[in-house]
């Protein structure tokens, strides 16, 4: 159980574009979703928290225009990458919290973002 | 062998020794700390957990050690295999209203065959 997925895997897009990540749990109803991004050879850092139903809270210094965060349901949260630039190019990895497990966190495999 | 957390270092090990890799967290109040292991393009996976009211909890191969007085935390990984090779994080629970995790800088550990 507490299965989380991503979709794309990977994703390569143009500057200027804008792309979407989905988060989804498999098999739980997640209260809280997490987005991270991590650079290579770096540890994971917190982009903002989504509770379904509300508006996503931002890390300092994240862009909330410019990584929206919707949370649909339950068991959904999507990342959109908007007017995407080389700099934004990460792997991003989502996290679910069980709605009855509020410890635990689990995560997504990533996504592999490349703007070129 | 052991090692410190900083600025993604590795420890090499050989296959069958005990690992033991070490972290040291920011913040007093921190009331939870999680151990993840990232292999190469995926995402972390959960190891071992561990409350602020605990000072050791014990899993299959591995064990979390928490010190809250120098705000420390180690993994110890018995009979370390060539699958543990990965980068290790901890994690501690900092905001405790949000569940937010701020994670360490991370250790490779490299097993030797």
């Known amino acids: 159980g507490a299965v989380v997925s991503q979709h794309p895997s990977r994703v390569i897009c143009k500057s200027g574009t804008s792309v979407k990540i989905e988060c989804r749990s498999l098999?739980?109803?997640?209260?809280?979703m997490f987005w991270y991004r991590q650079f290579p050879k770096k540890s994971l850092m917190l982009m903002a928290t989504?509770?379904?139903?509300?508006?996503?809270?931002?890390e300092q210094g994240v862009e909330k225009d410019k990584f929206l965060i919707n949370h649909a349901s339950l068991t959904l949260s999507t990342l959109t990458v908007t007017s995407a630039h080389p700099e934004d190019s990460s792997f991003y990895i989502c996290?679910?919290?069980?709605?009855?497990?509020?410890?635990?966190?689990?995560f997504g495999p990533g996504t592999r973002l490349t703007v070129t | 062998g052991e090692s410190v957390g900083l600025h993604l270092p590795t420890l090499s090990v050989q296959e069958g020794d005990n690992s033991i890799i070490n972290c040291a967290y920011s913040n007093s109040a921190s009331d939870y700390f999680i151990w993840y292991k990232q292999e190469s393009g995926k995402g972390p996976q959960f190891i071992i957990d561990?409350?602020?009211?605990?000072d050791k909890r014990q899993g299959q191969r591995v064990t979390v050690l928490l010190n809250k007085t120098v705000k420390h935390l180690s993994l110890q990984i018995a009979a370390t295999q060539p699958g543990d090779s990965a980068v290790y994080f901890c994690a501690e629970n900092m905001d405790t209203g949000r569940r937010a995790l701020t994670f360490g800088s991370g250790t490779r550990l490299q097993v030797q065959p």
């Open positions: 098999d739980f109803q997640a209260t809280t």
């Open positions: 989504s509770n379904e139903g509300s508006k996503a809270t931002y």
């Open positions: 996290s679910a919290t069980p709605r009855d497990r509020e410890y635990e966190q689990y």
């Open positions: 561990i409350r602020s009211n605990m």
